[in-house]
């Protein structure tokens, strides 16, 4: 096993030797990468040297907020506890630094080199490392078990493409896996699948997916007021986390729809906010004009509103009628439905949800939304929708009820962990 390591090292370093040339010519190295590799500032961990340290890893969007709910536990259960979480995007360490209070510590997370791991190691010593969504670092999980840290794997899920590439380094998989502590997966499926890996059976629970715990955010983004403004003389329709080619769809659709419909807006909130320009364009093409939200106060009543800040979408859902789930029209997997379904809003997705596959199944089987396979089903699910108040209301009704009905991951999670864990 040392030579694997040994060649899993040398060959990591060398992708990151080739790849941070290509992140600085796209602007993208900055000090969240310095931090990656270990060069953070001296007294970035000073609030976790006293006391036990739980350390929560979630790699981006999704699992940071679903972390929120494990955090809010944590936090009434567990209050003598210091806590660490980190995350590896941008736009998920913006999400952490809504959710954390003012004794827990974000950072993000170590590239996963044994010798930067160890440098994070060594300042954090945490005694429990909570892992969101089967994000299997191998240096990250034998090292912290090497320093004597319980390793947890929280709301797992293996996908189809997953299960195909653990499977082909079964054999390394099956010794690492003897390094968690717990699996806490989120279904049946999943539990048979890490338990086919190698993970031991009596370390693997089945406790529901944390993401239906996420709740409804008490903040209120700085152009609350306009959008509530807006609210007594329009439907709000968002296009959320839109990623591209579905832009121009929403906004061809958006034009034919207002000729029938002429109190409809449109706000899109772009996956990326780099295309924000190249989003802009294609509304003058399309003969519109635009406005960005965080200069709501320059002017009013542009057709086309555009989200361009980062951590504020779940809070803005609450101001829709209407909401469409973005990267499921093209082949990017779609995103989570459930941040709008809280606030009991009518959802539409298109065929490609394979990354919330199960969530998008069980919307389905309640009734919950509206899946649509093309631009024409879309508009004709949105012309309906438009055109009756009370199935827009019964349509968020439904997806609310899901919520209720699934909640509870969180604490059985927790659950789990305090008696094989923290006993």
Request: glycine share 6%.
């Amino acid at each position: 096993m040392f030579l694997f390591y040994f060649v899993y090292d040398i060959l990591l370093f060398v992708a990151l030797l080739v790849y941070l040339p290509v992140y600085a010519l796209r602007g993208r190295v900055g000090w969240h990468i310095l931090m990656r590799l270990g060069f953070f500032p001296a007294d970035q961990f000073e609030a976790l040297k006293d006391g036990e340290v739980v350390w929560l890893h979630a790699v981006s969007v999704g699992e940071a907020r679903a972390a929120e709910s494990v955090l809010r536990l944590m936090r009434r259960r567990w209050p003598k506890t210091r806590r660490v979480i980190s995350t590896v995007t941008p736009t998920g360490y913006q999400i952490l630094r809504h959710i954390v209070e003012k004794d827990e510590t974000i950072c993000y997370a170590p590239v996963d080199l044994s010798c930067v791991v160890r440098r994070f190691l060594a300042e954090i010593r945490p005694s429990l490392l909570v892992i969101f969504e089967t994000e299997l670092w191998p240096n990250l999980i034998r090292l912290s078990r090497a320093r004597g840290a319980k390793v947890v794997i929280v709301n797992g899920r293996i996908s189809d493409r997953s299960l195909g590439r653990y499977g082909r380094m079964q054999w390394f998989w099956r010794r690492l896996l003897k390094d968690v502590a717990l699996f806490c997966m989120q279904t049946e499926e999943a539990a048979e699948r890490i338990k086919a890996l190698g993970a031991w059976y009596r370390d693997v629970a089945v406790t529901g997916n944390i993401k239906f715990d996420v709740s409804a955010d008490a903040r209120e983004p700085s152009f609350a007021d306009v959008l509530r403004r807006t609210a007594p003389d329009h439907i709000l329709w968002i296009a959320g986390s839109t990623h591209d080619n579905e832009e121009e769809t929403a906004l061809r659709l958006y034009k034919s729809l207002r000729k029938d419909f002429p109190h409809l807006r449109l706000l899109i909130a772009p996956r990326h906010l780099e295309r924000l320009d190249k989003i802009r364009r294609t509304i003058r093409l399309e003969g519109l004009d635009s406005l960005l939200l965080s200069r709501a106060g320059e002017a009013q009543g542009s057709s086309v509103l555009l989200l361009d800040t980062i951590g504020d979408l779940s809070a803005t859902y609450q101001f829709a009628d209407i909401v469409f789930i973005g990267g499921s029209l093209v082949k990017k997997g779609g995103h989570n439905p459930i941040e709008p379904a809280v606030y009991g809003k009518a959802i539409l997705f298109g065929p490609h949800m394979g990354n919330f596959k199960e969530i998008r199944d069980r919307f389905i089987a309640d009734g919950a939304a509206i899946e649509v396979n093309s631009p024409q089903e879309m508009e004709f699910a949105l012309r309906r929708l438009l055109s009756s108040r009370q199935e827009r209301q019964a349509l968020g009704a439904r997806a609310r009820q899901l919520i209720e009905k699934n909640r509870g991951a969180a604490a059985r999670t927790l659950d789990f962990m305090e008696k094989r864990v923290r006993a």
